[in-house]
């Protein structure tokens, strides 16, 4: 086509940098009309900045091109009606990005949280409003987000949505809206394209070693090898260890320290000029000891251990911008006889927890991805991908220094699919058909082990057991036409029609009997383990009551659920591109999560849940500019999203007395287990309407050959039209209340300045990132901590001194130590938060070849 990058692969590859591309549609008018007024406003300051750039006499230097795979090739961004930010090589480099959280925070209208059960890698991501469904056991998970790493789609890890190494990438590109025609199920809520740099004929090396913040160290290198004039190899080793930010009061145990280390080999093999074969396989380990969570004290099922200054574990409580003084102000929060706020420990670096909890995962991807042109005008491509992971996994789930109770976890999960395109163009289209078969299984074993005398149980006996196996299959076909009506209009029309079959399935599900006077007969229903016949456990407290297990009883109703469905999803767009610096086009697309099915026996209320297939339409308006002979790019769109029967995950504990639920606020006021059985809610269910409606905004300027500004806007209105919610055990109506992880305003800033120093290139960075307050709940109904996850504004810098053939880097992430957190857990001292304090890294790299 008109302003194609490349025509063959294999001939050229691209370096990208720093790039937001818009976001698109909006059928409000109200935001239609302050959302293009910003679009006019901006292409009228990048006319007038350009105009300044031009008086500085600068007319040589300009902004690369930036090339996206948005339609599963390689063009430039002028071409592809996709909003999409990406994230080049030198931009990782520079700025030390390792993993997802550094890349999305860079992103418009981008939420995450940062899990830590399963590890620091983990990440549960939200795009416009649009999240992740999580299941309790990591099993029945349903990502809004497909993961696409050398053309292969990951399908959901044992650690849950996949977070791949992007060491030795090319590129990064996080795709909003739906992408359903060219990347399939899961993708209603956008893509995260990830390119790793393939084998070439150039002879290179590269060696990385640094330093940070915690005692933590990192080494990498690179090694691509020209074994024949057909035959390439490619190496890239990347491994790091840190003893964490915080330290364990308790004697002897671990604090929060990590290992990670991934090895990635890949063969090129050209056997003829038409021929490409492309051979993979990375292998990562991931083990992390206790999560890096502190303790709120806020709604503490325990009082004691964090307030106790005397027992040398009282190792306080994390008040976060005040949180744990609010929250006794109100009455949420009742301290100790004998403590006051003012006699608290401010916790920032502590935890005590006794177990040596620890996540241990390990994941390897293997990629075969073969391409033939029959002519040069029609194309072949395969790719076979399978991916498979295991975690061990032992959490400290009272986390409150006393030896109560911990969950052992043993997943483990496996995916593969085969899929083939055949493209090929005319003089007026450009087309493509292809199909894909994929399989996928995720198995966990989990258990609660009982350490003590707690309750009704003894030590030894299990609050739960269970095995859980969740199995997804499907197939898809999918097409797409590109019709230029004349060399500046195009008429994009694609679509994809999918099978999906989904079950959930527990095994071996066993619930703690209460524990007996001694010599007493079992409960009806209650058996022994197999380790406990013969060897019952005894507890004696020196009152001379003498105890013995209960045993446990098998939960054998409402273990397993199925369900199968179509769907045909579309995209229909417009692209205007009336020259080689600026499009605009228009685009409504249809994207889908499948339906699915939720057992969970161990769950008091609707042990079963069937979920419908959840639909989105997005309406989106974009363009994508250049100005004054490309140093100056602006990207923008207003988009208009209606969701019918979206999925929302209700995980939430609830009263439930003589088989019917109370209100939980009166159990959290007495704190007296007369009042109800606290019984978990765990399901998936479907909210009838939501809409999402907002805009974006981005830009770069190199305002002279030395100095560069950039920064992106999201501003974001997600809410629930139509939806009856169960909150804490009482039905809502949660119609007009806004949907959980979607900040109203995101927003960066960052210039970069680069002069000539030391016999080489010295470059200085800063930037700020925003997130307005978000819930991380499904609904902000109700806000306030836990709830409510406040703003944060952080500020990163960087500094980087390049010669010809090596560099030394400076990083500073919050730089002005800002208290902020991205998530909350439970813990039985209350809720934990992910503080993330200030961290420095200093990395030298030499580079040798090209």
């Known amino acids: 086509m008109k302003h194609m990058l490349l025509k063959n692969k294999h001939q050229k590859e691209y370096n990208t940098m720093t790039q937001d591309a818009g976001n698109r549609v909006r059928i409000s008018r109200g935001l239609a009309f302050a959302g293009v007024s910003l679009m006019a406003l901006c292409m009228s300051s990048g006319v007038s900045i350009a105009q300044e750039m031009k008086n500085a006499g600068t007319d040589a230097i300009q902004l690369e091109e930036i090339v996206v795979h948005g339609q599963r090739k390689e063009q430039s961004i002028l071409e592809v009606p996709v909003s999409s930010t990406v994230f080049g090589a030198e931009k990782i480099d520079k700025e030390n990005i390792t993993d997802a959280k550094g890349y999305l925070a860079q992103t418009p209208n981008v939420s995450f949280q940062q899990g830590g059960r399963n590890g620091q890698r983990e990440i549960i991501i939200a795009i416009r409003g649009i999240s992740d469904i999580k299941g309790s056991e990591k099993v029945n998970q349903t990502s809004a987000f497909a993961t696409y790493f050398n053309d292969f789609g990951l399908s959901t890890l044992a650690t849950g949505q996949p977070n791949p190494s992007i060491y030795d990438a090319e590129a990064v590109e996080v795709l909003a809206g739906p992408q359903g025609v060219f990347f399939g199920r899961n993708s209603e809520g956008g893509a995260l394209v990830i390119h790793s740099k393939k084998p070439d004929e150039n002879l290179y090396g590269r060696i990385d070693a640094g330093y940070g913040t915690w005692g933590t160290y990192t080494l990498g290198a690179v090694a691509n090898v020209p074994i024949t004039d057909t035959l390439f190899a490619r190496v890239a080793i990347d491994s790091s260890v840190s003893d964490g930010p915080f330290k364990n009061a308790v004697p002897g145990k671990k604090g929060t320290g990590t290992e990670y280390m991934m090895a990635r080999g890949q063969i090129r093999w050209e056997p003829t000029e038409n021929t490409r074969i492309n051979l993979l396989g990375d292998y990562t380990l991931d083990y992390n000891d206790h999560q890096q969570k502190l303790p709120t004290c806020v709604n503490t099922y325990f009082g004691g251990d964090p307030f106790d200054q005397t027992t040398g574990r009282g190792i306080g409580c994390y008040d976060l911008n005040g949180v744990l003084s609010d929250s006794v102000a109100k009455g949420e929060t009742v301290l100790p006889d004998g403590v006051t706020l003012s006699s608290i420990r401010e916790n920032r670096d502590m935890i005590a927890q006794d177990a040596d909890e620890f996540s241990d995962a390990r994941t390897g991807i293997y990629i075969l991805n073969m391409e033939h042109d029959f002519s040069d005008n029609v194309n072949l491509t395969s790719i076979t991908g399978f991916v498979e992971s295991e975690m061990d996994q032992l959490l400290d789930l009272d986390g409150s220094g006393r030896d109560f109770l911990v969950r052992h976890g043993r ?440």
């Not at 004349?486 to 619930?511: E, Q």
């Not at 030395?706 to 992106?712: A, D, P, R, W």
């Open 411 to 850: 997943f483990t999960s496996e995916g593969w699919s085969h899929e083939m395109r055949l493209t090929g163009t005319t003089d007026a289209f450009e087309w493509m058909l292809g199909g894909i078969y994929y399989k996928e299984e995720n198995f966990a074993k989990n258990d609660i082990e009982i350490r003590t005398f707690l309750g009704p149980w003894m030590k030894g006996d299990f609050a739960n057991e269970n095995e859980v196996t969740d199995e997804r299959e499907g197939w898809a076909i999918f097409g797409n036409v590109e019709y230029d009506f004349s060399d500046a209009l195009s008429l994009i029309v694609g679509g994809r029609y999918s099978h999906d079959k989904h079950s959930n399935s527990w095994d071996k599900v066993y619930s703690a009997c209460a524990n007996q006077a001694l010599g007493s007969a079992l409960a009806d229903g209650c058996t022994l383990r197999p380790d406990q016949v013969g060897n019952l456990v005894y507890d004696v407290n020196g009152d001379g009551d003498v105890r013995q297990t209960g045993g446990r009883a098998i939960q054998d109703i409402g273990t397993f659920g199925e369900q199968s469905g179509n769907d045909f999803s579309y995209r229909v767009a417009l692209n205007w591109n009336p020259n080689d610096d600026f499009s605009a086009y228009a685009s409504i697309a249809k994207g889908y999560k499948p339906s699915g099915a939720r057992a969970n026996p161990d769950s008091g209320l609707d042990n079963v849940s069937l979920y419908n297939k959840e639909r989105l339409m997005n309406y989106e308006v974009g363009f994508n500019a250049y100005f004054m002979d490309r140093r100056a790019r602006i990207s923008g769109a207003v988009f208009y999203m209606d969701w019918r029967d979206m999925q929302v995950e209700v995980r939430q504990t609830a009263c439930l007395k003589d088989g019917v639920l109370i209100d939980q606020e009166i159990f959290d006021q007495t704190n007296d287990p007369a009042t109800c059985v606290i019984t978990p809610i765990d399901r998936t269910e479907n909210a009838e309407k939501a809409t999402s409606k907002g805009f974006e905004i981005s830009g770069d300027f190199l305002i002279t050959e030395q100095l560069k500004l950039s920064g992106s806007l999201g501003i974001l209105d997600a809410k629930f039209v139509r939806y009856i919610g169960n909150v804490k055990g009482t039905d809502q109506d949660l119609s007009g209340s806004k949907i959980g992880a979607a900040p109203s305003v995101t927003a960066s800033a960052a210039a970069e300045y680069t002069m000539d120093a030391l016999g080489g290139e010295l470059s200085g960075r800063i930037g700020m990132t925003h997130r307005s307050s978000v819930s991380n709940a499904r609904s902000q109904a109700s806000l306030g901590f836990p709830t409510e996850v406040p703003a944060f504004t952080l500020v990163n810098a960087g500094i980087t001194q390049s010669w010809e053939n090596h560099r030394v880097s400076l990083n500073v992430s919050n730089l002005l130590d800002k208290e902020y957190f991205t998530s909350t857990d439970n813990s039985m001292i209350g809720r934990a938060a992910t503080y993330n304090p200030r961290r420095f890294t200093v990395r030298w790299t030499m580079e040798f070849g090209g």
